[in-house]
Each structure stands twice: as structure tokens, then as C-alpha cells.
């Protein structure tokens, strides 16, 4: 989105119970190629409210993969081969606080990464990059998602942190009061490394965290159950939808540069000097990083 006369292509990330986004035209479904391997399904490419959009059902059509099964690199280089500048992460969690009960939609702005068996970045040995991820949120996204909510009436609450935890396994109770503790809103299975590597490719990200349960540390709930969880959210989607068509028909006119820089978030990220970069490596990010690579 440097480039002012770039328009916004929406990239949506659909998460549990979300497979499909309605409502989009001029619709053509692509299987978008990546050095990093198979996305988690093909793109959907469209669109709503005059908005180019691309749809990626994040556990792929059917929900065959679980969380820790995602290829998130794929996923995040596919999107950016496919032009989108801005992306919404759909996903289902858990509630941490009592105010945020079940049917709830959350804005977070920051994370907790408790994840530990996946690949959580573009760069590596050969090419080293580094970049800032003390406000992991696009703050412009999440002001139009913001508006988008309370023009729907959803009571969407903006501000808090997602613990994203390994799974598949849901939590132990000691696990989540800890977590309770730490002062985290949600926990998820899924935002981390998604959140790190949008940033590392320089798209704008925001999450829309959908509560679907109390975890287990509620007293007057029952520990989580797959059926409760689905009930929830069948009754989130629609209202998902709506939000993201409301959203598509803000950012409609918009061009420009980020405010707060995330789409030059490289600028100043790579660290290895160019005659000691692996020709491979620099190759495979040619979507990733080829503005800063050259």
C-alpha cells in the first residue's frame, strides 16, 4: 500500500466454523502457488461492497486441518502473491474475562505466543530479518472495524490480549487461571504466527476474535464441549459476515500508505548484508520481500 494509487484487496481468513464468505461477485476460485508449501486451501477471489477481496478458509473447506497443521507460511505468502494489502483474521476463542461472554466479538491488540511446534518466520539462516511487533494490530483496520460493528449493533469491545496456546487440546483449569492472571482477554489456537508473518510480509492485520466459550476456569459453566463450541459459532457467522461487508464497504474508496507503517515494516528489518544472502533464500521471498530485496 505504499504506492497511492494501489487499491485495497481484502484478504479474509476465515477460521472455525467459517468456510465461505457470501455475497461476493465476480467470483473465480485459484490455487495460488508457494515456495513454502500448500496453502490451506484455494483462494477465493471476488467482490463486496466494491471492494476486491480474497477469502481463505484458514483449516480449508470441510475443516480438515487442525491448528497446528496449517501452513501459516503458505498461507500468508499466497495472500501477498495475490495482492491483498490488508488482512481479518476471523477466529473463534475462548473467554478469558466475565464480560466477555459467549457471542462476543473482540478487537485485540496485542498477543501472547504460547505455540511451540511451528514455523514462525519467512527469514532464517542465510537471511536474517527482524521486525517490530510491539503493536501487532493495524490500528487503521481496527478503526474501521470498530465502526463497521457498532453500525451493526454487534457490541464489538476493542482492546485486549489473545493467548494463543499449541492445542489441539483445550485447556487445563490451572492453565487458564494462570492465563487469567497474565491478564489475557481470549485464547485462540490460531493468530500466532499468522499476526508475525502478515507483518514480516508487510500486510496490514487485524483479528476479529469471536468467543465461542468461558474456557474452563468459568465455575457456572461446563468445561468446553466441541458441541457447545459449534452452537456459538453458527450463531457468529452470520454476524462475521455482515461485519465483513460493512468493513469491505469502508475501505471501498480508500488508497494510500498505512499510517502506522505496517506496510514498511521491512524497511529497516533485514540485517544481513546483501553479498551474504543466499540467492535460494532471497528467491523464495520474492513475494514476501522482494520490495526490500530487490
Known amino acids: 500500500m505504499a504506492d497511492p494509487t494501489t487499491p485495497v484487496r481484502l484478504g479474509v481468513i476465515g477460521g472455525s466454523g ?8 465476480e467470483t473465480e476460485r485459484i490455487d495460488v502457488r508457494s515456495p513454502f508449501g500448500n496453502p490451506s486451501d484455494s483462494l477465493l477471489f471476488g467482490r463486496l461492497a466494491g471492494t ?49 461472554a459467549p457471542g462476543s466479538f473482540v478487537l485485540v491488540d496485542q498477543f501472547i505466543d504460547r505455540t511451540v511446534a511451528r514455523e ?8 536474517a530479518a527482524h521486525v517490530s511487533m510491539a503493536e501487532p494490530v493495524c490500528p487503521r483496520l481496527g478503526d474501521h472495524l470498530l465502526a463497521a460493528g457498532e453500525s451493526l449493533g454487534l457490541g464489538i469491545v476493542r482492546g ?16 487458564s487461571e494462570l492465563y487469567r492472571r497474565w491478564g489475557c482477554s481470549v485464547i485462540g489456537m490460531t493468530n500466532m504466527p499468522e499476526a508475525k508473518l502478515a507483518r514480516e510480509a508487510e500486510i496490514c492485520y487485524a483479528t476479529v476474535a469471536m468467543v465461542t466459550d468461558y474456557d474452563c476456569w468459568h465455575p457456572d459453566h461446563a468445561a468446553v464441549t466441541v458441541d457447545a463450541i459449534v452452537r456459538t459459532l453458527q450463531e457468529n457467522a452470520a454476524a462475521a459476515r455482515r461485519l465483513v461487508a460493512a468493513l469491505a464497504e469502508a475501505l471501498a474508496a480508500e488508497r494510500g500508505p498505512c499510517p502506522a507503517g505496517c506496510d514498511r515494516a521491512l524497511e529497516n528489518a533485514v540485517i544481513t548484508a546483501p553479498d551474504a544472502r543466499d540467492p535460494a533464500m532471497v528467491k523464495r521471498l520474492d513475494a514476501v520481500a522482494g520490495r526490500v530485496l530487490g
Do not use: C
Not at 19 to 25: A, D, N, P, V
Not at 120 to 127: I, P, Q, V
Open 18 to 25: 467459517l468456510y465461505e464468505i457470501e455475497g461476493l461477485s
Open 52 to 100: 476486491e477481496m480474497v477469502f481463505l478458509p484458514r483449516h480449508g473447506r470441510g475443516h480438515p486441518l487442525p491448528p497446528g497443521a496449517v501452513n501459516y507460511r503458505a498461507n500468508i505468502d499466497a495472500l501477498k502473491r495475490a495482492g491483498v494489502t490488508d488482512i481479518v483474521s476471523l477466529s473463534a476463542v475462548g473467554s478469558l474475562r466475565e464480560d466477555l
Open 120 to 127: 514462525k518466520s519467512f527469514f532464517g539462516a542465510g537471511l
Open 160 to 175: 485486549g490480549t489473545y493467548l494463543a496456546m499449541e492445542g489441539p487440546q483445550f485447556s487445563t483449569v490451572a492453565e
